[in-house]
Nanobody, 123 residues
Framework: QVQLVESGGGLVQPGGSLRLSCAAS????????MGWYRQAPGKERELVAT???????NYADSVKGRFAISRDNAKNTVYLQMNSLKPEDTGVYYC?????????????????WGKGTLVTVSS
């Protein structure tokens, strides 16, 4: 069984910083892309940032220059450093990873999601 568990959310004032972590655990054969998505109240889930196994990154325009995604392949963990936070960054942040589980009959990556961590930016 594969699990993604996020941590690091919380309440922060505008202009502040938070660092999110997401650890993948279980019977994992291989991990490809990992990323962060968020869902604000009343809105659809949107991409925040992704990172490939080789370290190539992609960011939503709204977070470029403020957020940084990184990963530790040895720990199967992805991070999101969020700086200069704005009220519009408020939402539930979800971790996503493309994983081939151990024992998979087909050598293809499957998308897994964490349960989410709440980030609230407010004074």
């Amino acid at each position: 069984q594969v699990q993604l568990v996020e941590s690091g959310g919380g309440l922060v004032q505008p202009g502040g910083s938070l660092r999110l972590s997401c650890a993948a655990s279980g019977s994992i054969f291989s991990i490809s892309n990992m990323g962060w998505y968020r869902q604000a109240p009343g809105k659809e889930r949107e991409l925040v940032a992704t990172i490939s196994s080789g370290g190539l990154t992609n960011y939503a325009d709204s977070v470029k220059g403020r957020f940084a995604i990184s990963r530790d392949n040895a720990k199967n963990t992805v991070y999101l450093q969020m700086n200069s936070l704005k009220p519009e960054d408020t939402g539930v942040y979800y971790c996503n990873a493309a994983i081939i589980p151990v024992g998979s009959t087909l050598p293809r990556f499957v998308a897994y999601w964490g349960k989410g961590t709440l980030v609230t930016v407010s004074s």
